[in-house]
Structure formats: structure tokens, C-alpha cells
């Protein structure tokens, strides 16, 4: 399936949220863990959750990226 540059620039956007986190109060995003790794692992148990707004910039994002995908396929289904 062709995709396009909607949808790569929406796939780039989320990876990029990903990886750099949401950040937190103190800017600082990413991961918390104690140790310093940032491999991916599961939140701890004792971490806070996340605000309303946190949680609101999230589903925007993800809100988003799904219009940029769905363009891009309409873009790509046009092209054929």
C-alpha cells in the first residue's frame, strides 16, 4: 500500500513524541527511571499519573496523526 507524505510526516511526529516522552512539569520528558537507562519499560508503580492535560495533549496528538494517516490514504487511493 502506497503511503503518502501525510502519512510519513504523521508517522515521524509520533515516533519522534515517543522516543523524546511528553515531558513533564519540569521539562525534562523521556523516561524517569531511577537508574538512568532509557530503554523502554513498564511505568513504575509509584510514578504519578498523568494530568488531564497531559492526557489531552496525548489524544490530540494521537487524534492527529490518525486525520494526517486517513488524508494520506484518500491522497493515495486518488492517485490510482
Not at 501525510?6 to 525534562?28: E, H, I, Q, R
Not at 519499560?41 to 496525548?58: F, I, R, Y
Amino acid at each position: 500500500m502506497k503511503r503518502g507524505p501525510w502519512a510519513v510526516a504523521a508517522t515521524a511526529l509520533l515516533c519522534a513524541a515517543l522516543v523524546t516522552g511528553c515531558g513533564g512539569k519540569d521539562g525534562s520528558g523521556g523516561s524517569d527511571d531511577a537508574n538512568g537507562s532509557s530503554g523502554a519499560s513498564a511505568p513504575s508503580a509509584t510514578a504519578p499519573a498523568p494530568s488531564a492535560s497531559e492526557l489531552d495533549e496525548l489524544n490530540k496528538l494521537v487524534d492527529d496523526a490518525e486525520s494526517a494517516a486517513n488524508r494520506a490514504d484518500s491522497d493515495a487511493a486518488n492517485d490510482n
